[in-house]
């Protein structure tokens, strides 16, 4: 199994939705990484957000009004990296997809 960037949310309101992203990937793949960097949008505050929890898949939370692609460099614990790619998809609770 591939590593792979996963994604959950939840609507807010106001045109606001709170996501949720993690690493997919077979346990011993994940277990090889030290830490992830996630590369945000450059609007957010502090773009650059660095993960240590493997407990959490290294999870990262934030809110948001607009989608954008994510982007993350898994650092291996022997300092290999992974670099990964997402699009942020937003949805309303009817399922409808949000547009920017």
């Given at each position: ?68 692609t994510l982007y ?7 300092g290999l990296e ?19």
């Amino acid at each position: 199994m591939a590593l792979s960037i996963q994604q959950d949310l939840r609507y807010l309101g106001q045109e606001r939705w709170r996501w949720f992203v993690w690493l997919e990937g077979a346990p011993e793949e994940l277990d090889a990484i030290d830490h992830v960097m996630y590369v945000l949008d450059p609007t957010f505050h502090n773009p650059v957000r660095e993960v240590a929890n493997r407990e959490t898949k290294f999870r990262l939370e934030d809110s948001t009004w607009g989608a954008f692609t994510l982007y993350a460099k898994a650092i291996h614990k022997d300092g290999l990296e992974t670099r990964l790619q997402h699009d942020l998809v937003l949805l309303y609770p009817s399922g409808e997809l949000a547009t920017a």
